[in-house]
């Protein structure tokens, strides 16, 4: 069962924008790590961006830096990511994920994020 509930998603040219969004189903954002992954089909699950929850420091991917932009909203108790300048290679299912962690939020594998989204399906096609 998710217990990140997702919002945002589905199909866009190259060059467009889409929004994704996540919502904890029982707890709060607060105190905790956030990131943002993506799988291909025949594809590990990759970090895209994080943000840490003591600093609010980020990590972006390369693939990403630059497009990408990850941001939490702790009165709403929601965490984003804004996506611009979409490519066909962007194509991916989407997951957001949490962690409560002591170190910063890039230096945790997939395996060490506890909490996650359904997943949401993006692509990137003319």
């Known amino acids: 069962q998710a217990q990140l509930v997702h919002s945002g998603g589905g199909s866009v040219q190259p060059g467009g924008s889409l929004r994704l969004s996540c919502t904890p189903s029982?707890?709060?954002?607060?105190?905790?790590?956030i990131g943002w992954f993506r799988q291909a089909p025949g594809k590990g699950r990759e970090l895209l961006s994080c943000e840490s929850s003591a600093d609010r420091s980020t990590y972006y991917a390369d693939s990403v830096k630059g497009r990408f932009t990850i941001s939490r909203d702790s009165g709403k108790n929601t965490m984003s990511l804004q996506m611009n300048n979409l490519k066909p290679e962007d194509t991916a299912v989407y997951y957001c994920?949490?962690?409560?962690?002591?170190?910063?939020?890039?230096?945790?594998?997939?395996?060490?994020?506890?909490?996650w989204g359904q997943g949401t399906q993006v692509t990137v096609s003319s």
């Open positions: 029982r707890f709060t954002l607060g105190g905790l790590h």
């Open positions: 994920a949490a962690t409560n962690r002591a170190l910063s939020c890039w230096l945790y594998s997939v395996d060490e994020y506890d909490y």
